[in-house]
């Protein structure tokens, strides 16, 4: 054997070891004892591992997907946040950890038959393999396009496969859709909201045909990408439409509160939950909430999100006859400092909060904070500034001890992974790109999340045009989007890859849109020196700039991989560093 094969054994034996007591009892490859595949119970402790992927608010100490997430137009972060790329990179876990999950579900697949158990039970831990691996190869495509499809659990004697080129990401893609189908029907029919099961499935395939229909039909030429597929891009987003329908006829309904999806202690009676991440106090804890309510300067809101948000006559900014100013005003009141009453001020943003989409004011905060400027949300705990003013107040909760607010990996709120507003979106989304929404799709999806948040419904055709509308889309599809950007706001890295599938990512370029690294007005705080601003908005740019490369429409392949297979070609744009 030649050491170059040597070398890549290594590699991915290092890849495939598992992270967890569980798979630590030995390498993968030993589970094919009969000692092992024995009973349901044995494949329901092995297939445990996967929910860690699910980061939800994050795994104890670290950070998960929701607001920390930071490379996006609604957010500018406490430090600068560049494309997560510069260079190509020697390795990296976005590759390895995606290649380990497959590998973890095929030898799921390749053992179940061996089990003792009903046809039902095998059908349905098949489905969860395959559901897993659709997800991550799902990642992996949205990252880095073509990929190599892998439907066994390699060994060194399958050379072909190991040193093989990459697939064209369609085709890929398309087995991915496969692999949905299967699970969607085969999968346990329960109604677990904390274990995979079929209606979970039905969310997972909403959001990747979603992903992938809309992907299709924008994707450009000019990128370095194929032509526009409008066959497959119909495909996907009728497959997006069939899921998100499939649960909308299931029990679910909204939760009268748009905060209490993300800040509850207990999600398991929340009627809106497909499925959640449940934390516990002093077990399995997170630290969101110390992140946004104490001394670290939270990665706040920009200008531009806050203008996207519509005003209670149901019209933009540019078009409101509402009263449109955005400066905050100076409202002077008291504080209790250790024991004593003294004076205190604030840049109250309550007036323009009351004209806005209810949504708002149960994201941000009611005051403005930044350096100089503290803020203590609900009159206790730690002062906290914002990088751009506005405070991120969503995920909090005034009934957690400050003990437990305050401090970084003591947070127990449980996490939303799938929830009935993002199958809302999805359908209402699908419907809109596919050309053949009614009032009825409106009435019965989007419509229901802007009557909780307090707006005129949404019609197909509209009645306005949005003068902030550079997408180059309709007017239905434009508002459908900003539903989608309001209603997921800080969530799950939504926004980011939502500007990947539309073809949109230069909306990220800071110098052709300063407005998503500026912040609030402060032109009402006279004695304010020291926060940097442009004219009188906070500048949250850390003076540098994020300039727009079609490159990033992919992530490069790690230069380790490409030495050890000279088959595996780099995306384009990417070269190796001098």
């Excluded at 093989?164 to 085969?186: H, Q």
Aim: charged letters at 25%; a neutral charge; aromatic letters at 12%.
């Amino acid at each position: 054997m030649n050491r170059l094969i040597l070398i890549y054994i290594a590699s991915l034996m290092l890849f495939f070891t598992a992270c967890n007591d569980f798979l630590d009892k030995g390498p993968l490859d030993t589970f094919t004892d009969e000692n092992f595949w024995t009973s349901e119970n044995n494949v329901r402790g092995y297939t445990n591992t996967f929910y860690e992927e699910f980061l939800g608010y994050g795994n104890a100490g670290g950070t998960g997907l929701y607001y920390f997430r930071t490379l996006n137009d609604d957010q500018a972060g406490n430090s600068f946040t560049d494309w997560s790329f510069q260079n190509v990179p020697a390795s990296s876990t976005n590759w390895r950890d995606g290649w380990i999950e497959i590998r973890r579900a095929n030898l799921l697949l390749e053992n179940v038959d061996k089990v003792n158990m009903s046809d039902a039970a095998k059908n349905h831990w098949k489905g969860f393999g395959r559901l897993m691996r659709a997800w991550h190869y799902y990642q992996l495509v949205r990252a880095y396009g073509d990929v190599a499809w892998v439907d066994q659990s390699l060994d060194i004697t399958e050379e072909g496969i190991l040193y093989g080129p990459r697939e064209n990401r369609d085709g890929v893609m398309d087995k991915v859709l496969e692999d949905l189908n299967f699970a969607t029907v085969n999968m346990y029919d329960n109604k677990s909201k904390t274990s995979l099961n079929r209606n979970i499935a039905q969310a997972m395939k909403a959001e990747i045909c979603l992903f992938e229909g809309t992907f299709r039909k924008y994707r450009k030429v000019a990128d370095g990408q194929s032509a526009p597929d409008m066959a497959g891009a119909t495909k996907f987003l009728t497959e997006a439409k069939t899921a998100a329908s499939y649960l909308m006829d299931q029990a679910y309904t909204l939760n009268p509160s748009y905060q209490g999806n993300y800040n509850s202690l207990d999600l398991s009676k929340n009627p809106e939950m497909i499925f959640y991440k449940a934390y516990k106090q002093d077990i399995l804890q997170h630290s969101l909430i110390a992140y946004i309510s104490s001394s670290t300067q939270m990665s706040g809101l920009t200008k531009d999100a806050f203008e996207s948000y519509l005003f209670t006559d149901g019209k933009p900014l540019a078009l409101t006859t509402l009263d449109k100013n955005d400066a905050a005003k100076m409202f002077v009141g008291t504080k209790v400092v250790a024991g004593k009453v003294v004076p205190d001020t604030v840049l109250s943003i309550t007036h323009m909060l009351a004209l806005r989409d209810k949504r708002l004011e149960q994201t941000i905060d009611t005051a403005l904070s930044y350096v100089g400027r503290g803020f203590t949300r609900f009159g206790s705990g730690i002062s906290n500034t914002s990088s751009t003013g506005y405070g991120v107040s969503k995920y909090d909760n005034k009934a957690i001890d400050n003990m437990y607010r305050n401090q970084t990996t003591r947070n127990f709120t449980h996490a939303p992974i799938f929830w009935l507003s993002t199958v809302y979106l999805q359908y209402a989304e699908a419907c809109a790109e596919l050309g053949t929404a009614t009032q009825a799709d409106l009435d019965k999806s989007v419509n229901k999340l802007k009557a909780r948040a307090g707006l005129p419904p949404l019609t197909v055709n509209v009645g306005f045009s949005d003068p902030a509308n550079d997408m180059g889309v309709n007017d239905l599809i434009w508002e459908v989007r900003r539903e989608r950007r309001i209603e997921l706001m800080f969530d799950n890295w939504a926004r980011y890859w939502d500007l990947i599938r539309w073809h949109q990512l230069d909306k990220l370029d800071s110098k052709q849109h300063p407005d998503i690294l500026l912040g609030a007005n402060i032109v009402n705080d006279p004695f304010d020196t020291a926060v940097p601003r442009v004219g009188n908005y906070i500048d949250g740019s850390k003076g540098k700039e994020r300039i727009y490369d079609k490159k990033h429409y992919w992530y490069p392949i790690p230069s380790n991989q490409i030495s050890l297979n000279d088959k595996l070609t780099q995306n384009p744009g990417w070269t190796a560093n001098p």
